[in-house]
């Protein structure tokens, strides 16, 4: 599942992130911002028109991504062990 | 520069408190200017430690990681690096880290721990994670980290004095220096997980008042009211609280110059004084009241935490007309003056977006317009109420902000369907959690904004009020002339030749003569007008000289044409610094000349069919 895809309020865990093309530095950046694997995500607002950009809950900070950003990582949702 | 002088680079993620740290430390000891050869700005301070040692602080640009995107990211890597050209490698990084988000910050400090130099660690904001109830183990985390970690609150009195005692120490010893590949920067994160395991407890990720901030701030319908209502305000206040400071310089200068002019015999400098120094100079200093208003909502909003919010509701909308939630931010700083938000769209990380938001800047309405829109407003609009609660005066103000900004959007539209590059380019924005802004960190912004207007209107603005009283005073008229004294000065000759351009938008020569000096800086626009309509006559007020001499449909059409028309001369000056291409100044005066004349045109000649 896509973190795009992800409903509002779900808790998901990040799965790695995806280079839309070769040396995608917008994929770098969302790595270096903490999305890499098993780092538990939240969509906790989406935007006002047309649900897009989304903010995404990842770790104490708020980042705001646009859809086709958010469609970069990877997620799955695990259930509760 | 004496032995005992330190150089500390001061660095961090964005919103780690780096500037209210780098303010309690220097004070008002700052200096501010810009890198060689580029714009992003270069803020340096100074501080003498108890032991007596100077110690000079550079305030670097924020930044998330060494894999730089933007220019001033790669700044803050080369400074640090010691690779940037000219600047001496600090002696000492002081590597600041938000106490309540350690998550995404202290990576960074273990990018910046790889360089192979002394590092300090500032574990600031210790007083929220305290009342979040997040504790951390500090001597753990110090020794773990390998780096001698303090704790620091940026904005409370004294909240720098174990970062103060520790700098002013022994430099401590540097870590061996770490290559920097793909494979150990993925193992940075998962360092900082066991980091955070053994070291940190947090019971809750967030702080419960920003959710619920947020609950209502981005919520589809009432965030978009919120900021309506917000953005609304800020307009009204210029006009309310700047408008009666604005009326009381006037009025004193108008008393100087009065009182000056005692002192002196009549003749041509007794004229210069009275009316070109003091009568020009009191009429545009008379709006900074109003600018710094502006300004102080905008840096309130901005240390708030604010203003991400509102990039994050417009993003959409910004996108649909080529640009993005970013852009926002410099083109709100355009409202204050042009200048200062193209030269903060360098944190736009897209070149196109970048260019589009430079392009579009000069669109959003100055303060330097202001004197403008006040004075044709005050001469020719009722003071009536409108709806029993809004001044219709102020509702005019907000329709040309609002034309602005309608217009901006319909060239960004044009341009995002007439360029080559469709490609995608990223938003990835924090939300910083909210804070109250500091008297402090406010009062230093708002001086050094004031200071670059101030700078930019005794220069320019003397000058050409000088200039202006010059050629609309010589040559003399020649004995037994009829007319008044500046239909025979140079002035009068090129506002006669100019007035045939305007003719079509209603312009007479003496507006067409004002147009000149505005090309250099707007608001001298009014100290021109003043000067061709005072000169040698005995009118009390610039106001009624106008509402006497110029028709209601040439006012509005003088209000439209300087919602759209070309930049100043510096902005144009800008403009080529920042996109390093006269061809993007050629486009941009082009364009806006053609948009004012058009939109001007067309208001002229409907309100004079209408009046």
């Known amino acids: 599942m896509r973190l795009s895809e992800l409903p509002k309020g779900s808790p998901a865990v990040v799965d790695g992130v995806d280079d839309a093309h070769a040396a995608d530095p917008i994929a770098q950046r969302l790595r270096d911002l903490g999305f890499v694997d098993g780092e538990p995500v939240r969509v906790v607002a989406i935007g006002p028109m047309g649900g897009d950009p989304v903010l995404i809950q990842i770790g104490s900070t708020r980042f705001a991504l646009r859809r086709a950003e958010a469609a970069r990582v990877n997620v799955r949702i695990e259930v509760a062990a | 520069m004496s032995a005992s002088t330190l150089k500390i680079a001061l660095v961090g993620n964005p919103n780690c408190g780096k500037t209210a740290l780098f303010n309690q430390l220097t004070g008002g000891r700052q200096k501010v200017a810009n890198y060689a050869g580029v714009t992003v700005e270069r803020k340096e301070g100074r501080f003498t430690a108890p032991s007596g040692r100077v110690l000079q602080l550079l305030d670097l640009p924020g930044t998330y990681s060494f894999e730089a995107n933007s220019p001033d990211e790669q ?170 400071m604005t009326d009381l310089i006037g009025d004193g200068f108008g008393w100087m110059g009065e009182q000056a002019a005692t002192l002196m015999s009549a003749g041509p400098l007794q004229s210069l004084v009275t009316d070109g120094l003091f009568g020009g100079i009191g009429t545009v200093l008379g709006f900074l009241p109003e600018i710094l208003v502006l300004f102080l909502f905008i840096i309130v909003l901005e240390e708030s935490g604010y203003l991400p919010r509102a990039a994050f509701l417009l993003d959409r909308l910004m996108l649909s007309v ?233 006012a509005l059409s003088l209000l439209v044409w300087f919602a759209y028309a070309p930049q100043c001369m510096s902005t144009l000056a800008v403009i080529r610094r920042e996109t390093d291409s006269w061809r993007n100044v050629a486009i941009s005066f082009g364009y806006m000349f053609v948009l004012a004349y058009a939109a001007s045109f067309v208001v002229y000649q409907v309100a004079r069919a209408l009046t």
Not at chain 2, 182 to 201: G, I, M, N, W
Not at chain 2, 212 to 225: N, S
Request: with cysteine.
């Open chain 2, 322 to 554: 080529g640009l993005t939630g970013r852009s926002f931010i410099p083109l709100l700083s355009s409202f204050a003056c042009a200048i200062p938000g193209i030269m903060g769209t360098r944190s736009i990380q897209d070149p196109r977006d970048r260019l589009a938001t430079i392009l579009i800047a000069p669109l959003m309405t100055c303060s330097a317009r202001l004197p403008v829109y006040a004075l044709l407003i005050g001469a020719f609009i009722p003071t009536r109420r409108v709806f029993g609660v809004f001044n219709l005066q102020g509702v005019v103000l907000f329709a040309l902000y609002l034309a602005g900004i309608l217009g901006a959007m319909a060239v960004g539209w044009v341009m995002k369907h007439i360029r080559r590059d469709k490609s995608e380019h990223a938003l990835l924005m924090e939300l910083p959690s909210y804070r109250l802004p500091k008297v402090r960190d406010v009062a230093i912004g708002l001086y050094e904004r004031g200071a670059i207007f101030m700078k930019r209107l005794t220069g320019v603005i003397l000058g050409l009020t000088v200039l202006m009283w010059f050629i609309s005073t010589f040559p003399s008229p020649p004995a037994g002339a009829t007319g008044p004294a500046i239909e025979y000065s140079f002035a009068g000759y090129i506002g006669r030749a100019l007035q045939y351009v305007f003719a079509p938008i209603g312009f007479n020569w003496q507006i067409s003569l004002a147009l000149i000096p505005a090309f250099a800086a707007r608001e001298t626009a009014v100290a021109a007008l003043a000067t061709v309509y005072l000169v040698g006559g005995e009118a009390s007020g610039l106001g009624q000289a106008l509402a006497g001499q110029i028709s209601l449909a040439s």
């Open chain 2, 75 to 244: 700044i803050t890597r080369d400074v640090c690096a010691g690779t940037y050209p000219g600047e001496a490698p600090p002696d000492l990084i002081v590597c600041v880290a938000d106490a309540t988000n350690l998550r995404l910050h202290l990576r960074f400090v273990l990018e910046v721990k790889r360089l192979g130099r002394p590092v300090v660690l500032a574990l600031n904001m210790m007083d929220t994670a305290r009342q979040r109830g997040i504790v951390i183990d500090v001597p753990q985390l110090q020794e773990r980290l390998g780096l001698p970690v303090v704790e620091t609150i940026a904005v409370k009195r004294g909240g720098a004095k174990a970062l103060i005692e520790r700098v002013d120490g022994e430099v401590p010893a540097a870590a061996p220096a770490q290559t920097d590949d793909a494979a150990s920067r993925a193992d940075l994160h998962a360092q900082v997980r066991e980091l955070l395991a053994a070291t940190v407890t947090m019971p809750r990720a967030t702080a419960a008042i920003d959710d619920a901030l947020d609950r209502w701030t981005l919520h589809p319908v009432f965030g978009l009211m919120i900021l309506a209502v917000v953005m609304f305000l800020v307009f009204q206040a210029v006009y309310s609280l700047g408008k009666p």
